[in-house]
C-alpha cells in the first residue's frame, strides 16, 4: 500500500536542488531522477513508477533544454502546462518528492562581450553546431559528445539534439546527484547515448531504461503528439503497425533488414508520412546491420503533417 | 604545528577510491583534489600546499593520462618516477591521505567489435582528432570539450589536448568527488578552461589556480625540464626573462602587445628556441588584444630541442 507523501516540493535554485539531495543523502536514503521536459503522460508516469522500484527518493526534473534544439525547430511550440504536471504527479501513488524545475541552466549572470564571439560562432554555425543556446549568446560553451553513438539516425537530422543532450543530463547528474536515472527507451539512441556517457566519464549512477508506453491504439505516447490532428494521428499509426508487422516477420524468419526496412519505409510513405529515416541497427553499437544476427532494434523517424514522429521495437530472435 | 598523519594510502581501483571519498565526507571531511600527471617537482608540491588551506584530506592522483597525448607526441618518454613521488608526498609536512595511481581510466573491459569503428575513426583522423586513446582502440567516446577556449594558444599546437584534459578532470571529479581541486597557472590556458568547464557542467567543485613555481634561475617548473641538456636549459631561459623584461615594459607604459609580443619573440629566437606561439590575451576570455587595457597574461610556448615549455606572466595594469 503507498504511503501517503507530502506535497510535492517546487525547487528552482539549482544550489537549494542540490543542498536538499546533499542532506537526504547523508540520512541514509537513495534518489532516484527521472529527467523530462513536462507535458507529462503515461510514459512519464512510467518512468517515475520504476524509479520508485529502485530509490526511496523521486526528483523528477521539468526543464525544456534549448540546447538540444536547433533555432530552426520547435522550441517556441512545445507544449507545456506546468500546473497540470504537478496536478498528475501529485496524483501518482507512491508520489513524488521534488520537482525541479530551472529557469534557464546556462545562464551564469555574464553576457559574452568579447569581440571574436561572433566570428567564433559563425564559424560554429558553418558546422551547423548552433543550438538554441548559442543563439542567445549566453557564454555557455562546454558540450559533453559522445562521439560515434550520436553519428547516425537523430544525430542526423538533429545535429544538436544530443550534443545538448548529453551536455543538459550532466548538468542534472551534477546538480541532483542522483544514484539512479530512469530514461525512456522510447528515445533509444538517447538512452544508449546516456548509459555510454555515464560509463565513459565515470559518473556514480545507474541509468535504467523504460520500455515504451502506447496509446491504446498503438501509437507511442509522447509530449508531441497534442500537435496530431485527428486525421494525422490516424495515418500516423502507420509507424507502430509497421514496426510491429516486420518484427512478427523477423520472428518468422525473415532475417534481411534491406526487406523489413522497405516494409516500414513503404508503409509509412502509403500512409502519407514523410519518412526522416527507418534503420535497423545492433542495440548495443547502433550500427546499421545486414542481417539479423544480434539483438537489433528498428528504429523510425518520419513526419506526420508537422509533427516529427519517432518509435522503435526491439528484435531479439 | 603540522600533524603527523599515517603513510598515504595508494589507490588504483576507481570504486575502490569513490568508496573512500564518499566515507570521508560522511564523516564530515572536506576533500581537496591535486591532479597530477606524476614526477612530482615544487610546482606539484605548492599546489597541496595549497589544497590544505581549504581541505580537511588531501587526494593527489598520478595517472599520465594518454586522451592528451597526439599518438605523434611524447606520451612514451614522459618521465616517471612512481617510488619517488611517493617519497617525496611522505616528506610533505601535514601530509597527503590518497593517492590515486589508477591504471587505465579508459579501459572499460570491452574490446570495440563492430565494421564501423575504424571508417570512423578515418574521419576523426582527418579532422586530427586521434589521442592515444583512440588509437588503443577501447571504446571510449565521450568527450568534453570547452569550445571557445580551447582553440587558440596551445589548442592550435595540440588538437587533442584540452579535450582530453577536459574529460580526465571530468572523470577524476566523478571518482574522486572532492570538494576543491587545484591547477598551476603555469597551464594557464588549462586552468581557464577548467574553471569554465566546472561552471558550465555545474560541477559542485572549487577550482583553485596557483602561481607558477620557478627554479632560482627563473625556469617554470616542469617534469620535462629533465629531458633539457644544461646547455639548452640555459637557452631556455630566455623564455622567463623576456616575459619578466615584458612586464616590466608594459608597467612602465608600453601597452602595444605588437611591440611586447616581438621582444618576447625576438629574445626566444635569439637565443636559438622555436617559438609554437607568444600572444597577449585576455586573462578571462584568452582573446588575443591589440592594446593592454584590461588584465592581460603574455603566454608562450617554445621548443629547446627536442622539448616543447610553457610559461607565462599575468599584467594587471
Known amino acids: 500500500m503507498a504511503m501517503k507523501r507530502e506535497e510535492i516540493k517546487i525547487i528552482t535554485d539549482k544550489e537549494e536542488m542540490r543542498k536538499w539531495s546533499r542532506s537526504m543523502r547523508a540520512q541514509g536514503n537513495t534518489i532516484g531522477l527521472v529527467p523530462t521536459m513536462g507535458y507529462l503522460h503515461q510514459g512519464h508516469i512510467s518512468l517515475i513508477k520504476e524509479a520508485q522500484n529502485h530509490t526511496q527518493l523521486i526528483v523528477v526534473s521539468i526543464y525544456v ?5 536547433s533555432p530552426s525547430e520547435d522550441l517556441a511550440t512545445y507544449p507545456s502546462d506546468f500546473h497540470g504536471d504537478i496536478q498528475k504527479l501529485n496524483s501518482i501513488s507512491g508520489g513524488v518528492d521534488v520537482v525541479f524545475h530551472p529557469q534557464n541552466l546556462y545562464d551564469y549572470g555574464e553576457s559574452i562581450t568579447t569581440s571574436n564571439c561572433s566570428s567564433s560562432e559563425e564559424k560554429e554555425e558553418e558546422k551547423g553546431l548552433v543550438s538554441c543556446v548559442e543563439e542567445r549568446k549566453l557564454g555557455h560553451e562546454t558540450w559533453v559528445r559522445v562521439e560515434r553513438l550520436e553519428k547516425g539516425m537523430c544525430g542526423k537530422s538533429r545535429p544538436v539534439f544530443f550534443r545538448g543532450v548529453a551536455t543538459v543530463v550532466t548538468k542534472l547528474f551534477n546538480i541532483v546527484e542522483p544514484d539512479v536515472a530512469v530514461f525512456g527507451k522510447k528515445d533509444y539512441q538517447q538512452w544508449r547515448i546516456i548509459r555510454r556517457m555515464v560509463r565513459d566519464l565515470d ?3 545507474e541509468v535504467i531504461g523504460c520500455e515504451i508506453m502506447r496509446d491504446a491504439d498503438g501509437l507511442a505516447m509522447s509530449s508531441r503528439n497534442v500537435h496530431l490532428s485527428p486525421n494525422e494521428r490516424e495515418k500516423a499509426l502507420s509507424i507502430s503497425r509497421s514496426l510491429s508487422r516486420a518484427k512478427f516477420a523477423a520472428q518468422n524468419g525473415q532475417i534481411s533488414c534491406r526487406e523489413l526496412r522497405n516494409s516500414v519505409t513503404q508503409a509509412i510513405l502509403e500512409a502519407g508520412g514523410k519518412i526522416d529515416y527507418a534503420e535497423i541497427v545492433d542495440q548495443d553499437s547502433l550500427e ?10 528498428i528504429c523510425v523517424a518520419a513526419w506526420f503533417g508537422k509533427v ?5 521495437i526491439e528484435i531479439n530472435l
Chains 1, 2 share one sequence.
Open 308 to 312: 516529427r514522429l519517432i518509435d522503435n
Open 288 to 297: 546499421p546491420m545486414d542481417e539479423i544476427k544480434s539483438p537489433v532494434v
Open 203 to 205: 559518473f556514480s549512477i
Open 65 to 69: 533544454n534549448p540546447s538540444q534544439f
